[in-house]
């Protein structure tokens, strides 16, 4: 058991690529980027407390293990304040659990552990924001991720970061 939690471990790292601006000038703070994850979720936790069309109140709360696996593709746009700091936009398209899929858009601040830019560096990050979930009715969502990785300078304007995260999605049953 010990020995497949570390493989699922392993497999969850998101891999991200961040390209560096396309600009001559090294002084330009804008950050553009993809990223590719795949999403391995062992636990799932189920809480639903709403009106029922009829008028009762429902409050549902189960707990399941279990494995399920996604992915998600998001591009991102940011802005570094400094050298150690970056708020950046993202959206795409994410598997959530076995319940659909989904468009969100969130903003992702991330902390870096080291001064050279253009090294290789630690870092961290808290993502929060909405979407829409694609289901037959479509509904807004919640989503949010934190999250600590090592980010690969492959070239001066081209990075890889090698992410994991923990994350949540909150829906609605329907």
């Known amino acids: 058991m010990r020995r497949m939690i570390i493989i699922c471990i392993l497999i969850s790292l998101s891999v991200g690529l961040q390209a560096g601006n396309m600009l001559s000038s090294d002084e330009s703070r804008l950050t553009f980027g993809a990223e590719w994850s795949f999403i391995s979720s062992f636990h799932c936790r189920v809480h639903h407390n709403f009106f029922s069309e009829e008028g009762y109140r429902v409050d549902l709360n189960q707990r399941s293990m279990g494995y399920e696996s996604n992915g998600e593709l998001e591009l991102h746009c940011g802005y570094d304040i400094d050298n150690n700091w970056n708020l950046s936009l993202h959206t795409g398209f994410v598997g959530i659990y076995n319940i659909g ?60 970061d090698l992410l994991l995260a923990y994350r949540t999605s909150l829906t609605h049953p329907k």
């Open 101 to 160: 899929n989904a468009i969100p858009i969130s903003l992702r601040l991330t902390r870096f552990f080291k001064e050279n830019k253009v090294g290789d560096r630690w870092l961290c990050y808290i993502d929060a924001g909405s979407g829409v979930c694609l289901k037959e009715n479509p509904q807004m969502i919640g989503v949010g991720k934190i999250g600590g990785g090592y980010r690969l300078s492959l070239s001066k304007t081209t990075k890889m």
